[in-house]
């Protein structure tokens, strides 16, 4: 293990989307879990100097606005059910524009980025939300 690197599979942090209760258009799961772990942490840079590698593990693919903050909050690695439009046809939800070098930009930061975990279980609850009639929070849902 690299110097510095825990592997005790304890999270630091969960984060669960709070867009709607919070009336908060930024309370993404991701960034709820970032902000919560930065605060446990006591930093802003859990990548930085002497820390372990932390690891984020999100249930599709981050939307546009959590991609960035995942980027710039210095995680070590993050792991993702999927990504594509399979979250968007069950569910409705808008992930925003995709810069097309996206795929690319953990690399380039030194960060590795796993797909397909739990990749079945996250399809079949996305499937159930679709049609649980709960709220899709686009702001501008049919207007884009």
């Given at each position: 293990?690299?110097?510095?690197?825990?592997?005790?599979?304890?999270?630091?942090?969960?984060?669960?989307?709070?867009?709607?209760?919070?009336?908060?258009?930024?309370?993404?799961?991701?960034?709820?879990?970032?902000?919560?772990?930065?605060?446990?942490?006591?930093?802003?840079?859990?990548?930085?100097?002497?820390?372990?590698?932390?690891?984020?593990?999100?249930n599709?693919?981050?939307?546009?606005?959590?991609?960035?903050?995942?980027?710039?909050?210095?995680?070590g690695?993050?792991?993702?059910?999927?990504?594509?439009?399979?979250?968007?046809?069950?569910?409705?939800?808008?992930?925003?524009?995709?810069?097309?070098?996206?795929?690319?930009?953990?690399?380039?930061?030194?960060?590795?980025?796993?797909?397909?975990?739990?990749?079945?279980?996250?399809?079949?609850l996305?499937?159930?939300?679709?049609?649980?009639?709960?709220?899709?929070?686009?702001?501008?849902?049919?207007?884009?």
């Open positions: 293990m690299p110097p510095g690197y825990s592997n005790t599979s304890r999270p630091v942090a969960v984060g669960v989307n709070r867009i709607v209760p919070a009336n908060c258009s930024k309370a993404h799961a991701e960034i709820m879990a970032l902000s919560l772990a930065q605060k446990r942490l006591q930093t802003y840079d859990p990548g930085g100097p002497k820390q372990p590698v932390f690891e984020l593990v999100v599709w693919r981050p939307c546009a606005m959590g991609f960035g903050a995942v980027l710039w909050s210095g995680i690695r993050m792991k993702i059910a999927g990504s594509g439009s399979k979250l968007e046809a069950l569910t409705g939800f808008d992930e925003g524009t995709m810069h097309r070098q996206r795929p690319a930009e953990p690399a380039k930061r030194g960060n590795t980025l796993t797909e397909g975990v739990l990749r079945r279980q996250a399809v079949d996305f499937r159930w939300f679709g049609g649980s009639g709960l709220i899709v929070y686009n702001a501008r849902q049919g207007q884009m």
